[in-house]
């Protein structure tokens, strides 16, 4: 096993697709923000709860010791979720250099940084790379098997084409061990395709968002004979500006299950926080988060056009067959 040291860059320019560099370059050009601009975000609550989102997915399912694979990890934002889940080895990759660069600093521990935090208890590997071109199973055949992977709001830039929606599963199913959990949490085709729908023109959103479809899309009919490429532009206030994919969901559980997946469930997020707010811990992350409200509603400190932005993602949990050796 590695340490997070002396690891190359696997990214070759020749075989990434355009729109993959495209998306590289948004991510690695965002800038850290200091404590205070990101407390003055106009979507502060909404990455707050998107956080305890990604930590009850975490707590649900990470196991003291397990070996992690992050997916599109980006600066590291998840890895004190890990810290806590006391996991034994984390690997993390992301096609943003930038992002990258920041995952290392934030690992290795940042002298700038206002929170002086104890070092992570667990080994790390981070590498940058296209985890949806690129044949992990050779990349990390040393790291392999893992008990868990997590790809987090990143799972549908590989929806572009089938080649890489087929290589992103490909990847998770080879690299996890029988028995294995892959969670993720990523756009909710369902809502968007009836926000489109509903819109009067090809495009629609909130003061916080908007998504714009091309004009080729003007009927707002999808061949199902085509599920990839269906492709829009996302701007997130203070986040995101990009071209995305749609993940037609049934598509894309079939397609797991062609590599060896089943379902364990798949939530959109409001759902997600209705069904674990009912539990007493999760209330107190969330309250830790600074994300609750007076429990009266879901919707808890977020703004009514967030907890609308919200409503467009979902998270899924897969599970690798087979059973796990035992020992
Ligand atoms: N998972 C992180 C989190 O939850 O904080 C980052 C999420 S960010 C919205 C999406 C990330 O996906 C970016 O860091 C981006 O660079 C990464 N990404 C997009 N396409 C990728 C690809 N083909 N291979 C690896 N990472 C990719």
């Not at 797991?256 to 992350?285: C, G, I, T």
Request: charged share 30%; net charge negative; aromatic share 12%.
């Amino acid at each position: 096993r590695h340490n997070s040291e002396g690891d190359g860059n696997f990214l070759e320019d020749e075989t990434t697709k355009n729109f993959a560099r495209k998306v590289a370059d948004h991510y690695s050009a965002r800038s850290n923000q200091t404590l205070e601009e990101r407390e003055a975000s106009p979507i502060i609550h909404l990455k707050k709860l998107n956080n305890w989102i990604k930590s009850v997915l975490i707590q649900l399912y990470a196991r003291r010791g397990d070996a992690v694979l992050d997916l599109a990890c980006g600066k590291g934002g998840d890895l004190i979720k890990w810290d806590k889940a006391k996991i034994g080895y984390y690997v993390g990759i992301d096609i943003a250099e930038g992002s990258i660069k920041d995952c290392r600093t934030r690992y290795n521990g940042d002298a700038d940084h206002h929170q002086r935090r104890k070092k992570f208890s667990f080994p790390a590997r981070l590498l940058c790379g296209d985890c949806y071109e690129v044949r992990l199973d050779k990349v990390l055949a040393d790291d392999a098997p893992f008990d868990i992977c997590s790809c987090q709001f990143a799972l549908h830039y590989s929806w572009s084409t089938e080649a890489r929606a087929r290589r992103a599963l490909a990847n998770v199913s080879a690299l996890l061990r029988p028995g294995g959990i892959f969670i993720g949490t990523m756009p909710d085709a369902n809502v968007i395709i009836k926000k489109l729908r509903e819109a009067e023109g090809l495009t629609f959103g909130n003061s916080v968002y908007w998504i714009r479809f091309d004009e080729e899309y003007s009927d707002k009919k999808f061949k199902a004979s085509d599920p990839f490429g269906i492709k829009y532009t996302f701007h997130l206030e203070d986040a995101v500006d990009c071209p995305e994919w749609i993940v037609p969901f049934h598509v894309f559980k079939s397609l797991a299950e062609e590599y060896d997946f089943e379902l364990v469930f798949a939530k959109n997020s409001h759902e997600f926080v209705h069904e674990y707010m009912k539990r007493p811990e999760y209330v107190e992350l969330m309250r830790r988060l600074g994300a609750l409200g007076d429990g009266n509603q879901d919707q808890g400190t977020l703004s009514a056009d967030e907890w609308d932005a919200a409503y467009m993602y979902m998270s899924f949990v897969l599970r690798k067959r087979g059973q796990p050796d035992k020992n």
